[in-house]
């Protein structure tokens, strides 16, 4: 054994002391880490835990993340680990030092956004969103969709085929296959970007400051249907859609200092 090493009894009572918590995907490859981790630590179950150690991909944490949101279960800090697929939110997979992995930690504060849906027959639906809320043509037909800021219409008309509001966090996901800006952490901007615009065709969005409350209201719903999705949450046939952030409820990810979020969003700007 290499003499700098932890011994794992030490390890163990050090995991257990710290109320650090488990969780992992229901994915093969999940929870096969986390036999592996549970053969080597003793991890706080329930009420003991003040820290979660999440295995599975950016999928899993963002469900872990909105069961948080939505009072599932407590908001703590979560350091994730990637047993997925792209694990943009995710640290390396590692089984040995985890106490010191999660204690020299960079803690980054995401705040969620939170959607105000109302729909045609009068019904109101509010979701939170990490990544982005995106409104989406549901037929053929284009949408036609007014845009407001803080109040004001600022675009009157944009026919396309939708379009989103994107956090500094998700601003590399669905914004950034949309052509909109990738948005440093520290920057405190939101993305305002179109879908696939047909007019004004020349309108590439706008970046506003993460204060803005953004409305949007379906030109001819009835003809042209919209859905709204916040993250993976759907609200089908709208007629408004309002969002803005949601400072109070910011949650807390964990990342190695050399692969935290807000460096791996600005080196996504040099991704070829």
Known sequence: MNADATPPSRELADLARRGIGLL???????SAGEKLLRDRYTFAEGDHATTLVALGGDGFMLHTLHRMLEGECPTHPVFGMNLGTLGFLM???????????????KAIHVAPLEMRATTVGGETFTHAAINEVSLLRETRQTAKIEISVNGRVVLPELASDGVLVATPAGSTAYNLSAHGPILPLAAKLLALTPISP???RRWSGAILPDDTSVAFRILDPQNRPVSAVADQYEVRDVARVEVSLDR????????????????RIAMEQFAT
Do not use: K, M, V, Y
Not at 91 to 105: C, E, F, H, V, Y
Not at 248 to 263: I, K, M, V, Y
């Open 248 to 263: 109070e409820r910011s949650l807390t990810l964990l990342f190695d200092p050399e692969h935290a979020l807000d460096e």
């Open 24 to 30: 992992a995907s229901h994915r093969e490859a999940a």
């Open 91 to 105: 640290n390396d997979w590692q089984l040995d030092g985890l106490a010191d992995r999660i204690s020299g930690a």
């Open 198 to 200: 047909f007019r004004p």
